[in-house]
């Protein structure tokens, strides 16, 4: 737990996952829109970090070459687990604090395998949609 927590323990690691996982939030500016208010240059550290750990990767943005999407490799998709646990929890006990959009929830509430399913699905629609592969 300690060792994975050195990398995803802090507070906006696993929203910043969550983000490019769940929410469909490729761009620096559209994860600095989110709700939680993170600032620009905390979201540019941990975006770094998640980079230097091997949990998401970027490529230059097809519209604008000053601009980078940024998207989760294998070992950081293998992070939906943990965020399905952690949804899961607090949807259970904090039920009356916590937003999921209808649609992830009604999603999660058919079953965690199919939630996964659906949310890599979606992801490798988006990869494909940009040229992105294994290898990137």
């Known amino acids: 737990v300690a060792c994975g927590l050195d990398i995803v323990g802090d ?10 996982l769940m929410l469909g939030r490729h761009e620096f500016r559209d994860i600095l829109e989110g709700d939680e208010g993170i600032s620009s240059n905390i979201l540019s550290d941990r975006l770094a970090k998640l980079q ?3 949990l998401v990767a970027s490529i230059v943005h097809p519209d604008n070459k000053r601009r980078k999407l940024y998207y989760l490799t294998p070992k950081g998709k293998d992070l ?7 949804a899961g929890w607090a ?3 904090l039920h009356d604090q916590v937003f999921i959009p209808e649609d992830r929830m009604k999603l999660l509430q058919s079953g ?4 996964i399913r659906h949310t ?8 494909q949609q ?3 592969t294994k290898t990137n």
């Open 11 to 20: 507070h906006w690691t696993l929203l910043i996952v969550r983000d490019l």
């Open 130 to 132: 940009y040229g992105i």
């Open 52 to 54: 230097q750990d091997g």
């Open 120 to 127: 890599l699905d979606e992801l490798a629609q988006w990869e």
């Open 112 to 115: 965690t395998n199919k939630f």
């Open 91 to 93: 949807s259970k006990h």
């Open 80 to 86: 939906i687990h943990i965020m399905v646990a952690v």
